[in-house]
């Protein structure tokens, strides 16, 4: 589902927040029209909205789940790898 150009996460997705020149990485829990409830690999959640918060989804559930089994910089690196090699497939 899209919110405006946004796509709504599902639950499990991997997220990758901006803010203030930090990153960090979590799992979405619950995502609506309005926000994603995210539970953070610090051990921390909170709530993200579509129209301030930046984010993006680096990996879909069953990608994602391999973040519990290694570094969650290994799956960001290999997310972004794939992401890659999808958008030079298309073009």
Same mark, same amino acid.
């Given at each position: 589902?899209? #919110?405006?150009?946004?796509?709504?996460?599902? %639950? +499990? /997705?991997?997220? &990758?927040?901006?803010? *203030? +020149?930090? *990153?960090?990485? +979590?799992?979405?829990?619950? !995502?609506?029209?309005?926000?994603?409830?995210? %539970?953070?690999?610090? +051990?921390?959640?909170?709530?993200?909205?579509? /129209?301030?918060?930046?984010?993006?989804?680096? !990996?879909?559930?069953?990608?994602?789940?391999?973040?519990? %089994?290694?570094?969650?910089? &290994? #799956?960001? *690196? &290999?997310?972004?790898? *794939? !992401?890659? &090699?999808?958008?030079?497939?298309? !073009?």
């Amino acid at each position: 589902m899209h #919110v405006g150009h946004a796509k709504i996460p599902s %639950k +499990g /997705d991997l997220i &990758e927040q901006h803010q *203030t +020149g930090v *990153t960090r990485l +979590g799992y979405v829990w619950y !995502a609506d029209q309005l926000q994603v409830l995210v %539970k953070w690999h610090d +051990g921390k959640s909170s709530s993200l909205r579509f /129209d301030r918060d930046n984010f993006s989804i680096l !990996a879909t559930d069953e990608h994602a789940q391999s973040w519990d %089994k290694r570094s969650a910089q &290994e #799956v960001v *690196t &290999e997310s972004r790898a *794939t !992401a890659s &090699e999808l958008a030079r497939v298309a !073009a």
